[in-house]
């Protein structure tokens, strides 16, 4: 069975920055491409960044330059890595495994997310 455990949401103020990290097992890890998505309330989940083995690297217009999303081989560990958050940010933020593109129906496993709200 696949787990997938986000942590580093939580409230901040715009401009701001936090640092979101998506725990896998060894095996998934090491097997899988890694998306990182959100949804905000009364919003359909959107794509936000990605990130294959092989180390391509693929963002949202409306993160680029802003977010940077990383693999820690280390810690069997996918960070998002968001500076200069703005009030719009302000979502569930969700990792997901086993997939590679830009849409919700492309991945198969999802952590359970964690909220990120950026106040004005």
């Known amino acids: 069975q696949v787990q997938l455990v986000e942590s580093g949401g939580g409230s901040v103020q715009a401009g701001a920055s936090l640092r979101l990290s998506c725990t896998a097992s060894?095996?998934?890890?090491?097997?899988?491409?890694f998306g990182w998505f959100r949804q905000a309330l009364g919003n359909e989940r959107e794509f936000v960044a990605l990130?294959?083995?092989?180390?391509?690297?693929r963002y949202a217009d409306s993160v680029k330059d802003r977010f940077t999303i990383s693999r820690d081989a280390a810690k069997n560990t996918v960070n998002l890595q968001m500076n200069s958050l703005r009030p719009e940010d302000t979502a569930v933020y969700y990792c997901?495994?086993?997939?590679?593109?830009?849409?919700?129906?492309?991945?198969?496993?999802w952590g359970q997310g964690t909220q990120v709200t950026v106040s004005s």
């Open positions: 997901a495994a086993r997939g590679w593109g830009t849409s919700v129906s492309d991945y198969r496993y």
């Open positions: 060894e095996r998934t890890f090491t097997l899988y491409n």
């Open positions: 990130s294959s083995l092989s180390g391509v690297t």
